[in-house]
């Protein structure tokens, strides 16, 4: 007899991989194609090979060019800025709730967490309005009479603190989780053995949940290579496009006012997505061979 077909899998697996198609897979192959052209969203793509990459990458008379060094380098400012506070804070906040004497654990998770729930724009007000330096906590309390959002470093460090506040809450979860899957008595043992805190978080922490860190630190990296809504709510990309990141031109160049440059989007943000595979690769090969 024939085995019957078993159709349960497909109900599951089905409409993930309909919406992964429909609003991933396909969009992304159409983006690809729109680089290669001279689109502006209303009229049909004309082909015009590698001109647009060439221009980005290599004319240098160009606004294109200009606005992707500029962009490119401010992103890279604010991943280099993120990234290791959202991995370090979050781990050692999951090591230090990990202590036995810290009482109201899943209360300070909870706490920590609520903040990833907001909406950026939401998130942003919060902010803007603190360091507000005629109404808010900052210039009423500290005596700071300095327009955060117009004036270096203090619009990056805006940038910063509202990233941070909302995002330190999801990798905490997922650190926790890990280092609570630790044996305790590995722990019990180094401690009987003379080993500090620092030397038991070093050779059983850390290797211990070395997965779970490779995954966070890639992603967060990712994630922060495609950061928009923060520079565009707090500093609108100023003082004088010194956090006006790639995202931002991208969206412009689509988007903004006056006739649309699809193509030339395009082509940034299939750039964009190659310097994050690259750099998710790179990432994901050093430590894995370091933790091996």
């Known amino acids: 007899m024939k085995k019957k077909l078993n159709l349960a899998p497909v109900f599951f697996v089905g409409p993930h991989v309909i919406l992964f198609v429909v609003f991933i897979l396909l969009p992304t192959i159409y983006g690809i194609y729109a680089s290669f052209t001279k689109w502006n969203l209303m009229n049909d793509p004309v082909w015009v090979g590698f001109d647009n990459y060439k221009t980005i990458l290599f004319d240098t008379k160009s606004t294109f060019h200009t606005q992707f060094n500029n962009g490119l380098k401010n992103t890279l400012i604010f991943v280099a800025l993120s990234v290791p506070l959202l991995i370090v804070l979050p781990l050692l906040i999951a090591v230090a709730l990990e202590h036995k004497k810290v009482k109201g654990k899943s209360l300070i998770q909870a706490i920590l967490y609520v903040p990833g729930l ?48 909302g995002g330190v809450g999801g990798n905490l979860i997922i650190y926790r989780a890990s280092i609570s899957g630790v044996a305790q008595d590995l722990y019990e043992s180094a401690e009987m053995d003379g080993a500090g805190p620092i030397r038991r978080f070093a050779s059983i922490t850390l290797p ?29 990309g100023g003082p004088r496009q010194s956090t006006h990141v790639l995202m931002m031109y991208i969206r412009q160049l689509a988007f903004g006012n006056g006739e649309s440059i699809a193509g030339m989007a395009s082509a940034m943000a299939v750039l964009l997505g190659l310097v994050i595979l690259l750099i998710s690769a790179l990432q994901y090969y050093v430590m894995n061979r370091n933790a091996a």
Request: charged share 5%; hydrophobic share 55%.
């Open 118 to 165: 907001i909406s950026i724009s939401a998130g942003a007000l919060i902010w803007l309005l603190l360091f507000n330096k005629q109404l808010g906590m900052v210039g009423n309390v500290f005596g700071s009479d300095i327009s955060w959002p117009t004036h270096q470093p203090y619009a990056w460090i805006l940038i910063i603190i509202i990233t941070i506040w």
């Open 208 to 236: 211990s949940i070395r997965f779970p860190l490779i995954y966070t630190f890639v992603m967060t990296t990712a994630g922060a290579f495609n950061v928009f809504g923060q520079p565009l709510m707090m500093t609108d």
